[in-house]
């Protein structure tokens, strides 16, 4: 069950011009968003989930161990896509493999030093612009949530 599951359904009521444009000009935001970290990625020789990975790993809310099944959760992937994707990485010398020393059949993943800079880099450059088109993701939200779009 999902969080979507939990919140009761609001009547659905059609969208007006106001916030039809914002939809879309907050769709368009996330987008511009999301390819410039994909080519900011590539540039640097990686794939974009790469990053998504190590930023996965680093950004689990307290008392998430960073497995495979968690980060499949948190990456919204299936198993198998999250194990090639860990094995992209681990051969990359991105991340690593390591054993629970309690529960041997316990796999945790750790970020190697390559993999921490190639993150914190790219997390830099992400807050970068973030910064930039925030205002205007907020806008856009704000008219979709149905509050002033001049309110702070």
């Given at each position: 069950?999902?969080?979507?599951?939990?919140?009761?359904?609001?009547?659905?009521?059609?969208?007006?011009?106001v916030?039809?444009?914002?939809?879309?000009?907050?769709?368009?935001?996330?987008?511009?968003?999301?390819?410039?970290?994909?080519?900011?990625?590539r540039?640097?020789?990686?794939?974009?989930?790469?990053?998504?990975?190590?930023?996965?790993i680093?950004?689990?809310?307290?008392?998430?161990?960073?497995?495979?099944?968690?980060?499949?959760?948190?990456?919204?992937?299936n198993?198998?896509?999250?194990?090639?994707?860990?094995?992209r990485?681990?051969?990359?010398?991105?991340?690593?493999?390591?054993?629970?020393?309690?529960?041997?059949?316990?796999?945790?993943?750790?970020?190697?030093?390559?993999?921490?800079?190639?993150?914190?880099?790219?997390?830099?450059?992400?807050?970068?612009?973030?910064?930039?088109?925030?205002?205007v993701?907020f806008?856009?939200?704000?008219?979709?949530?149905g509050?002033?779009?001049?309110?702070?």
């Open positions: 069950m999902s969080n979507r599951d939990l919140i009761p359904k609001k009547k659905r009521q059609k969208l007006s011009q916030e039809f444009k914002a939809l879309a000009e907050f769709r368009y935001q996330i987008r511009r968003y999301l390819r410039y970290m994909e080519e900011k990625a540039a640097r020789g990686y794939h974009p989930q790469q990053y998504q990975l190590l930023l996965a680093e950004g689990l809310p307290e008392g998430k161990r960073p497995t495979i099944k968690t980060l499949a959760e948190r990456m919204q992937l198993h198998n896509t999250m194990v090639e994707l860990v094995d990485c681990e051969e990359g010398g991105l991340l690593r493999r390591v054993r629970e020393d309690r529960d041997r059949r316990l796999v945790i993943l750790a970020p190697t030093p390559t993999g921490k800079s190639v993150m914190e880099e790219q997390a830099s450059a992400s807050q970068a612009e973030l910064q930039e088109i925030g205002p993701l806008t856009s939200l704000k008219r979709l949530m509050a002033p779009a001049n309110l702070s």
